[in-house]
């Protein structure tokens, strides 16, 4: 059993991105390294300035390198991707689907040391690697690391976050994070207990879900949720669902459930049910009872 440090750097970050260095150190169970790589490689578009500010990696130091599939580092990956082997990423969501783009899926176990902050430590933020590099002292520690790579390592390109990632890893085991809930708890998606963002940051989700379904349904409805995020907010609402009252949440009856509303004025529900925007899919289901309750 071994873990597999890893990171990339890609040309941006959106759907057509690609990765232009991939880096990865291989340790032993008990932090012991074992084998580093660290290509840069070509990819079939430009880098994009915005990426290029934060990896320093520009087309002249690409010039004649290998595709991503043609390098050493993904060759090897590829032989180490069995499943007693445990892959550790910042972020995995990311740099899984830059791989999944070279053809790779993993095998491996996985720990996502930032799914595992905002479950273990969700008030501890922000949860970004470079600042738990400063805020835990992280950075005191690498150019022993560096000196034993004997190799030159960029700020914030992929080798060095890897190093970081490395003594963070470090870090969470020695403050009593067991490796195998860790990995049990990235095996799945993650039931989160608090908001980290936004105005209702700090608060539960259970908390919001009883007191402002509008926020969660609106976050649901039109924010891109990672996959976390999204199965904590529908599977709160769910199960909050029996709990709360349903009532309009604008025009003259705001405030009343639409069975009340129903007796009096089933036509402005019906306009609520055909013809009004983005209401939520709780208060369209309770709209229709109650008219179809009135025979409407």
Known sequence: MKYIILDTETTGVDEEDRIIQLSYLVTDMDGKILEMYDDLCT???????????????????????????????????????????????????????????????????????????????????????????????????EPEIIEELGVEVRAHDALGDVVVLKLF???????????DEMMELCSAPIMLDIMTFGKHKGKTFEEIALNDRNSLQYMIDTFDLDGDLRYTMEKIMADTKSQIKITIPFAKYRGETPAEVAEKDPGFLKWIRDKADRISPELKEAVTKALSDIGQ
């Open 43 to 141: 990819a079939p578009l430009e880098t994009k300035f915005e990426s290029m500010a934060i990896h320093g990696i520009t087309p002249e130091m690409l010039e004649g390198k290998p595709a991503c599939v043609d390098t050493k580092a993904f060759a090897r990956l590829n032989e180490l991707n069995v499943p007693e082997n445990i892959l550790v990423i910042q972020n995995a969501e990311f740099d899984e689907a830059m791989l999944a783009k070279e053809g790779f899926t993993s095998q491996m176990q996985l720990i996502d040391t930032y799914r595992i902050l905002r479950k273990k430590y969700p008030l501890n933020t922000p949860h970004g690697l470079q600042h738990k590099r400063y805020e835990l002292g992280l950075y005191k520690r």
């Open 169 to 179: 890893l470090d870090h969470l085991l020695a403050d009593g994070q067991s490796r």
